[in-house]
């Protein structure tokens, strides 16, 4: 909302600069975007345009003008400048939009004393400005006007009361204790009678007034008039049109105007219309009606979609003679409706559907009737056209002393609430603390008790509040995953990793490559085709990242990303790794470059937080290589997979040599875990033997390390594998694993042979049951 | 004893004459073997008068003593100097770079939700996650925004299915938890997480970001009490020297509903152009709970009251650190994220 201080002044004596009111504004009711001159100028004047000389040579002219009783030259170079205008004049002093200075200059030979603006030379809008040229003031037109501010209020949706000038002033009113002045509105009717019927024949029309306003001239509006609306926002376009929006703005209730002429008769009935009913709106658009629609129709024909827009054929224009006025009130969400459906927003839809105050129906009529005979030299006809339903009784509110200040936290006393209430013109009945507040028309948004606290809360002022902490005493921690959440990443960080935060919504064909069954949560209306489905994998995301980096020359990256992945039947928490390039940062002495190993280390660490061991077996996703890549179980629960990305998804990213792991940290939380019983740390010294096997290239090292475990070696604490070895002199298809064997016995130290013996059983166990030999 | 002096004299002549350990342990040997120099003196003895023996012994003793521990003294001498040697030929660098494991960082939109875990806490806060996807009916009815209220358009959103949609607040969570609560004990929770509204994305929009909303409803939760908690958060995240102001405002799940401004860190209040010289800078949003909304979750309004409160994690991160474009924290670059090491 624009709101003119000057406009605001007809309502209200106020003594507070606009800076001032706007500061209260914002404190107290609606927070206030801006305070700003409506003419973006000062040492503006209005001045009369005594003689107008051509200068030799030149297209400006010498114009002579008197500016408050003073004459003054002034040279100026538009071509509609002539004798008797009123013109307005920067002077010297001046400074322009855009910084231009007005001084004293001398133009051929001339001295000029100022400058002779355009609208646009003020800072208009250009939307509004119809003109070429210097602008022409028309009609009366107070000076002042030329110093008038706009506050700009951002409203919110509950206070569709300040969608109007009066509805301001009442609010101004209780922030500066003043009472609103309202202006008396009085219509001189003709002789002749308002011909016309009313018949609502909707739900969603709840009272219509209709008049008749005959011989007017359709022009252009005075200069004050289009001031005001310009002031709004609102781009002035004839005297008719102009004072439908004059009036609106100015008490908050849309009217529409129509050539009297083009109706085909003088029954106006309101109806829903019809399912795919056609109606072209005056926007020369052919619209397809729904039943939700209200039309108003000369009871032939639509004329106009209620409360929306009006029709192209009942237009009122520059050949009107004849006008039927209508204020009504509509259903608010039957408006928003076919407003957003139609996509025809308009100044008029916004105010019918937040709610328009059902006392200024009548008054709005009266109002824009009276200045359509006067700006339009036209007479009023007799009488008012309406159907009226009954109105509801005002609301009442019932609230109590305590709850405003339990609510609140502040203790106020009968007599503040009393003043609040007489400042904001509520009226209000009170016995033994308990008050009973009728509501005004005006103030809809008052529903509930809360919404009368908010009232007091905010003409006490928030400042004035205390500020304390909840007494509510409660035990605050963080849960169990939450906590184990962050050691992970905590660990993660230190092991190189950096945490990304990538969008949840992306494309399924990306995830594809990394998930056994595509299930994908479909967004109804996508942004775009990249952002279509839900994220099923991590992998994708922490691949666009890498890519991201390599395009710009950062070839090692350690990244994480903790978020959930979502399918229709669900959302679970997931931790994804990535892992690009060398290990460590660049260094001069050392570099490892990522490998299986390396990521399944980090695979490893991050089990190991949890507490619990996972197998690896062999993958099968097409998005990792077929021979470097794990699916991790734990306790026979599938809980991730880990491996080299596989080159040929790899060349859609313009990467190389990227390892990824995705777990499932959710299923991983839930892992029953028996918690370890104590035992005391052994003084038995460890003995350590080497042993070595040449085994087929493809047995996995896991077998050996199973076999040694199935053997059952008395005294056998752990097997580690310390060395893989392929190349001469073995031969291609074969390779040499390494054991380190770990013996140990409470109250005994091994003689040679115990030791020799035991690890003989071993290695003859292994070769019997894997088929290998031991490599000496 | 002229003879023993003559002995140590010569020993000692000879000892540092050694080069390596062989030839220590020789030198033993000469003095110290069954043949050597001592053994001798020794000798010598049988010859001497009765009452001469005793102190002729000791002497030879003595000199014994002194042959070991010169040796001792020598070797370690000798290893000191030459450890010193090898230390020296050990010089390294040192202005070389160590081999060290970079550790990575946490995103900073994760340290800020930490922070602001950590401090709630500590106010004996609870902190409540719930699902993204979620229903209309959790997502806009229970907090007092049936189908066809106009402040929906406020935040248009992903819908999945006429029914269920990406969730555009935290506040499901605080409607889930009242429901677990079953409207008979107090509440006090916070809850963060990532949220999802229709906006296309530019340097101050995204379609996805995180917020922190709060919770507390008791009998006597007040706005006082709300005004405090925000103070004390505004003090964690922009300075103990902080204030703040509530300006009315509105949101269908609160009444009164403020909007929340912290003063002005950069200029102090004065007014410049990070607070487009307001002197305050808008931080969040928070109100006291509607009484439909603890009314559809089961709190009987007549005995509980509470407030709510939501932050952007984004806003908060942009204000603190001056980012200028929200999509940084989505595009992940490594050398915007590890300016936030903690
Ligand atoms: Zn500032």
């Not at chain 1, 800076?19 to 009369?48: D, M, N």
Request: glycine share 6%; hydrophobic share 40%.
């Amino acid at each position: 909302m624009n709101l003119s201080f000057q406009w605001l002044k007809e309502y209200l004596n106020i003594t507070a600069s606009p800076q001032e009111i706007g500061v209260l504004l914002t404190k107290h009711a609606q927070e206030v975007a801006e305070v700003r001159p409506l003419f973006k100028a000062s040492f503006l004047a209005l001045a009369q345009v005594l003689s107008v000389e051509p200068i030799e040579g030149s297209k400006n002219k010498k114009c002579t003008v008197n500016v408050n009783g003073q004459q003054k030259t002034i040279v100026c170079g538009a071509s509609n400048v002539a004798k008797d205008q009123t013109v307005i004049v920067a002077l010297p002093g001046a400074t322009l939009p855009g910084g231009k200075k007005i001084e004293v200059t001398q133009l051929a030979g001339i001295s000029s004393e100022g400058m002779i603006c355009s609208l646009s030379e003020l800072g208009i809008n250009p939307k509004f400005i119809q003109e070429e040229g210097i602008h022409v003031v028309q009609g009366p037109f107070n000076a002042e006007a030329l110093e008038d501010m706009i506050i700009e209020l951002d409203l919110t949706p509950n206070r569709m009361d300040l969608l109007s000038v009066l509805g301001c002033a009442y609010e101004v009113g209780a922030l500066t204790h003043q009472k609103v002045k309202l202006p008396l509105i009085s219509v001189t009717e003709s002789a002749t009678k308002n011909p016309y019927e009313i018949k609502i024949e909707t739900d969603d029309c709840h009272a219509y007034y209709g008049r008749l306003i005959e011989n007017i001239t359709v022009k252009e509006s005075p200069e004050w008039l289009k001031v005001r609306l310009m002031a709004a926002g609102i781009r002035p376009i004839n005297n008719i049109v102009d004072i439908t929006n004059y009036v609106m703005i100015d008490l908050g209730q849309p009217l529409h105007a129509f050539d009297h002429d083009q109706l085909t008769s003088n029954i106006i009935r309101i109806r829903n219309a019809n399912a795919k009913e056609k109606f072209t709106t005056l926007d020369q658009q052919v619209r397809t009606l729904t039943e939700k629609d209200i039309v108003i129709t000369d009871d032939h024909y639509p004329v106009a979609l209620g409360g929306v827009m009006g029709g192209l054929d009942s237009e009122v224009t520059p050949d009107t003679v004849n006008v039927f006025l209508e204020s009504a009130l509509f259903e608010p969400k039957v408006i928003s409706k076919t407003s957003r459906r139609l996509d025809l927003r308009s100044e008029s839809s916004m105010r019918f559907e937040r709610g328009v105050s059902p006392d200024r129906v009548l008054l709005a009529l009266n109002k824009a009737a009276q200045l359509m005979a006067e700006l339009g030299s036209g007479t009023v006809a007799k009488g008012v056209a309406e159907a009226v339903k009954k109105p509801a009784p005002p609301r009442q509110i019932e609230i109590t002393l305590a709850k405003i200040n339990q609510t609140l936290g502040v203790p106020l006393s009968a007599l503040d609430i009393e003043t609040i209430f007489d400042r904001l013109e509520l009226p209000f009945k009170v016995q033994n603390e308990r008050y009973q507040v009728a509501v005004p028309p005006r103030r809809i948004d008052l529903e509930i008790a809360q919404d009368l606290i908010e009232e007091i809360g905010r003409l006490v002022g928030y400042d004035h509040l205390p500020s304390h902490l909840p007494s509510t005493v409660s035990e605050g921690q963080l849960s169990p995953v939450q906590k184990k959440r962050r050691q992970v990443k905590t660990h993660l960080e230190g092991l190189g990793f950096s945490e990304v935060i990538t969008y949840s919504l992306n494309q399924e064909k990306k995830d594809l490559p990394f998930i056994k069954t595509s299930k994908p949560v479909s967004i109804l209306r996508p942004l775009n085709e990249a952002n279509q489905t839900l994220k099923q994998s991590l992998v994708p995301g922490l691949l666009d990242v890498i890519s991201y980096h390599q395009a710009r020359q950062i070839e090692d990256v350690m990244i994480y990303e903790w978020s959930k992945s979502y399918q229709t039947d669900g959302e679970s928490e997931r931790l994804g790794l990535a892992m690009m390039g060398r290990v460590n940062e660049p260094s001069w002495n050392l570099t490892k470059a990522v490998d299986f190993y390396q990521i399944k280390g980090m695979v490893e660490h991050v089990l190991s937080l949890y507490g619990v061991e996972a197998s690896y077996h062999p993958l099968d996703l097409k998005g990792y290589h077929p021979h470097q890549s794990a699916l991790v179980v734990v306790s026979g629960k599938t809980v991730g997979q880990m491996g080299h990305v596989h080159p040929l998804v790899l060349r859609d990213y313009d990467l190389e040599n990227v390892f990824v792991a995705e777990l499932d940290v959710a299923t991983l939380a839930l892992v029953e875990k028996t918690s370890p019983a104590y035992h005391p740390v052994s003084k038995m010294p460890f003995v350590k033997r080497d042993v070595a096997f040449t085994v087929p290239l493809t047995m996995p090292a896991s077998d050996l390390v199973d076999g040694i475990h199935q053997a059952q070696i008395d005294a056998l604490q752990n097997v580690e594998i310390i060395d893989v070895y392929q190349g001469s002199p073995l031969k291609e298809n074969e390779k040499s694993i390494t054991l380190r064997v770990y013996l140990s016995k409470e109250g005994h130290t091994f003689k040679t042979e115990e030791i020799d013996q035991r690890i003989k059983s071993l290695t003859d166990a292994l070769i019997t049951s894997l088929k290998i030999t031991q490599r000496l | 004893m002229k003879e023993f002096e003559t002995i140590k004299q010569r020993f000692l002549e000879s000892l540092s004459a050694c080069k390596s350990d062989a030839e220590i342990a020789d030198l033993k040997a000469e003095y110290l073997g069954k043949t050597g120099v001592l053994t001798a003196l020794m000798q010598q003895m049988k010859d001497l008068p009765a009452d001469e023996k005793p102190k002729h012994g000791a002497a030879v003793n003595a000199i014994k003593v002194f042959i070991e521990d010169e040796i001792i003294r020598f070797k370690e001498k000798k290893y000191q100097e030459r450890l010193t040697e090898k230390l020296a030929s050990e010089k390294l660098d040192i202005t070389l770079p160590g081999n060290q494991q970079t550790p990575g960082v946490r995103h900073l939109l994760n340290q800020i939700v930490e922070e602001i875990e950590d401090l709630f806490v500590g106010l004996g806060y609870q902190v409540k996650e719930g699902p993204e996807i979620e229903t209309d009916e959790n997502n806009f009815e229970k907090l007092n925004l049936p189908a066809d209220h106009p402040a929906r358009d406020m935040q248009d959103s992903f819908y999945i299915d006429p029914h269920t949609l990406l969730r555009t607040h935290t506040s499901p969570v605080q409607v889930r938890t009242m429901i677990e609560k079953g409207g008979l004990e107090p509440v006090k929770i916070i809850c963060p997480g990532k949220v999802y509204r229709r906006d296309d994305d530019d340097a101050t929009h995204s379609h996805q970001f995180m917020q922190i909303e709060g919770l507390v409803v008791d009998q006597n939760t007040s706005m006082a009490d709300l005004k405090g908690t925000l103070l004390k958060m505004a003090q964690a995240m922009f300075g103990e020297d902080r204030t703040i102001r509530l300006r009315p405002s509105y949101f269908p799940f609160t009444e009164p509903s403020v909007e929340v401004d912290v003063s002005c860190y950069q200029c102090e209040g004065k007014g410049c152009s990070l607070c487009k010289q307001t002197g305050y800078i808008e931080i969040l949003g928070a109100g006291m709970v509607h009484p439909n909304v603890l009314k559809m979750s089961g709190y009987d309004p007549d005995k509980y009251q509470g407030f709510a409160f939501g932050i952007g994690v984004e806003r908060i991160a942009m204000l603190r650190h001056g980012i200028e474009d929200i999509r940084h924290f989505y595009t992940n670059d490594h050398r915007f994220l590890k300016q936030f090491k903690r």
